[in-house]
């Protein structure tokens, strides 16, 4: 994939391309924009339907109690997803599309010159996750994006949720434990039960600190070795948090590897956790240039991704630790995750319960920023980079100072979720 220009990109749904195609050459003829990520609305193949671990039906909850990721306590972890799951065809994919519509998207904007992705989902909703160690789910998934890649005229794949679940739903850390994934990890040379012991001893050095006292010394200064100190961390942790990243290292390799065989000249890629946080969600940026073609970072969800993580692991904390402050607590997490000395809330309060005007009230430039630089640190040398960040919602000097900083450190382009701040366009016309 060349790197040569600066990518113009943005997500754009079908509806939204036919009924408004003056709204993509506005953006075109305005701002530069080179490509767009259309939602995949198609219909799969009656051949890739059969892969589908679903068995060609709606599954039960008790069925999808083996299909999704188990919790080291052995439950199925958040069935109160299990009703978005059953409105799918199989992991990660809509039951019902049409193809005709979807065609004429991808046709419409190819004569507007653009290149043209597609958003295909994955193994992971938001927080339901279905095991990436089955083997029904592996071949399922590697069907589905080579579909995509050879019946459509498209010139790359950004497929979405190739991870574990986002880092403010902690019981997703935990998982998963099953059989497969117990035989996936003895194959890839780790412990399943050392790692889950180890796991559970941490929380229990956890359960065991005083909180003022840990909050004296989060104040004057906690490191990575005080952290392992004072749980009585073991090698298993670690462990667990490879292990996690080797096996979405090993499904992503294995599909883009089948997506070029069948395709080659079609890119494979997908979204990339923000890199302070990424190995909670099982992605090594180290590790890329393995398993995609280019990486995204997807910096633009602030609260789901980042100060919703904060708010939920203070609380987490405070549970666990007798006597912690809630403004301790905070600190703590801002110094583990890496976001602290940037002016975040000192309180859970001063995030506000408005999601949609949370960019005014925090350091929204400083905290993107820290992760498009970490990035850049940790991405192999020469992997083209495009990070996705919000044109709407935002202020504007935030999203200026964004973009000419990501172009400083040597990402190669933007993808946008929202246009608002960046031109206007009457949606009503």
């Known amino acids: 994939m060349t790197t040569d220009a600066w990518l113009n990109g943005v997500y754009l749904t079908t509806d939204s391309v036919l009924q408004h195609p003056d709204y993509v050459k506005q953006l075109r003829d305005e701002i530069g924009l080179t490509t767009v990520v259309l939602d995949y609305t198609g219909e799969l193949s009656p051949e890739v339907l059969a892969l589908s671990p679903f068995g060609g039906k709606t599954p039960t909850a008790a069925e999808l109690d083996e299909l999704v990721i188990r919790h080291i306590d052995g439950r199925p972890i958040d069935p109160l997803e299990?009703?978005?799951?059953?409105?799918?065809?199989?992991?990660?994919?809509?039951?019902?599309?049409?193809?005709?519509?979807?065609?004429?998207?991808?046709?419409?904007?190819?004569?507007?010159?653009?290149?043209?992705?597609?958003?295909?989902?994955?193994?992971?909703?938001?927080?339901?996750?279905?095991?990436?160690?089955?083997?029904?789910?592996?071949?399922?998934?590697?069907?589905?994006?080579?579909?995509?890649?050879?019946?459509?005229?498209?010139?790359?794949?950004?497929?979405?949720?190739?991870?574990?679940?986002?880092?403010?739903?902690?019981?997703?850390?935990?998982?998963?434990?099953?059989?497969?994934?117990?035989?996936?990890?003895?194959?890839?040379?780790?412990?399943?039960?050392?790692?889950?012991?180890?796991?559970?001893?941490?929380?229990?050095?956890?359960?065991?600190?005083?909180?003022?006292?840990?909050?004296?010394?989060?104040?004057?200064?906690?490191?990575?070795?005080?952290?392992?100190?004072?749980?009585?961390?073991?090698?298993?942790?670690?462990?667990?948090?490879?292990?996690?990243?080797?096996?979405?290292?090993?499904?992503?390799?294995?599909?883009?590897?089948?997506?070029?065989?069948?395709?080659?000249?079609?890119?494979?890629?997908?979204?990339?956790?923000?890199?302070s946080m990424a190995l909670t969600a099982g992605h090594d940026y180290r590790r890329w240039g393995e398993m995609a073609d280019f990486a995204s970072p997807l910096v633009s969800h602030i609260s789901a991704f980042v100060c919703d993580t904060f708010k939920v692991w203070a609380r987490f904390l405070m549970a666990e630790i007798t006597n912690l402050k809630e403004e301790d607590a905070l600190q703590l997490v801002y110094r583990f995750t890496g976001y602290d000395g940037m002016g975040l809330p000192e309180t859970i309060e001063g995030y506000g319960d408005d999601e949609g005007t949370l960019a005014h009230r925090i350091p929204t430039a400083d905290l993107v920023l820290r992760d498009l630089v970490k990035a850049k640190l940790y991405l192999p040398e020469g992997m083209?980079?495009?990070?996705?960040?919000?044109?709407?919602?935002?202020?504007?000097?935030?999203?200026?100072?964004?973009?000419?900083?990501?172009?400083?450190?040597?990402?190669?382009?933007?993808?946008?979720?929202?246009?608002?701040?960046l031109m206007d366009y009457d949606f009503s016309k």
């Open 82 to 275: 299990y009703p978005q799951a059953q409105a799918l065809c199989g992991p990660g994919v809509s039951a019902s599309g049409d193809d005709a519509r979807f065609r004429k998207a991808i046709a419409q904007l190819k004569d507007a010159g653009l290149n043209v992705w597609t958003c295909g989902g994955a193994w992971t909703i938001r927080r339901l996750t279905f095991c990436p160690s089955r083997e029904d789910t592996r071949a399922w998934m590697e069907a589905v994006c080579v579909y995509w890649a050879t019946h459509y005229d498209l010139d790359a794949l950004d497929i979405t949720h190739f991870r574990y679940p986002m880092g403010s739903f902690p019981l997703g850390l935990f998982g998963c434990t099953c059989s497969s994934c117990a035989t996936a990890a003895g194959n890839l040379g780790y412990d399943m039960e050392k790692m889950v012991a180890d796991l559970q001893g941490a929380r229990a050095g956890l359960q065991k600190l005083d909180g003022a006292r840990l909050g004296e010394v989060v104040r004057l200064g906690i490191g990575f070795f005080d952290v392992i100190h004072a749980l009585g961390l073991r090698s298993g942790v670690l462990d667990w948090v490879r292990f996690r990243t080797e096996l979405v290292v090993q499904n992503l390799s294995r599909f883009r590897q089948a997506v070029h065989e069948a395709a080659p000249d079609t890119a494979f890629g997908t979204d990339t956790y923000p890199a």
């Open 384 to 421: 083209p980079s495009y990070p996705i960040i919000h044109g709407a919602g935002w202020p504007r000097e935030a999203i200026d100072r964004i973009v000419d900083e990501a172009r400083r450190v040597g990402h190669n382009g933007i993808v946008w979720q929202g246009t608002s701040e």
